[in-house]
């Protein structure tokens, strides 16, 4: 069975973006993010490929559109989660966005890697509500952002058996 993860930033209400963009400035998280995924298959929908604007490096780059004639270099299109899926060979695959790829496949991980931000921002994109009986958090790092100063915490939580 391959193993699922979704990584993701949230403020306090569960936002994730607003206009298809990252409402804060969190450098640690984007290099907690580059940590975590490199060298793993990553699995977005159309629009956040379209936010970051290329294929990032180091990962296996699978967009997941609707459109079955969308290509772009450097990635993989498929037309579902379930078929993203099949692509990872038995290799554990990042979720990383956005809301609906996020709604479709929280049935399917088995971890979540959560960067809690301690503070409210004006979204218009939010992580789906989770069950927290069905999760066993297994780590959490509070940490303060020597940039903007917004505190914040590296969350992991694993699917109970």
Known sequence: MNQLTIIVATDQQGGIG??????WKLPEDLAHFKRMTTGHPIIMGRKTFDSIGRPLPKRRNIVITRNADWQHNGVEAVTSVAAAITLLDGVEGFVIGGAEIYRQSLALTS????????????????????????????????????VSGLPYALVTLQRKA
């Open 18 to 23: 607003i206009n298809n963009t990252l409402p």
């Open 111 to 146: 971890r979540l890697i959560i960067t809690e931000i301690g503070q409210t921002f004006d979204c218009d994109a939010f992580f789906p509500a989770i069950n927290r009986e069905e999760w066993q958090e297994t780590a959490r790092e509070a940490h303060v952002s020597a």
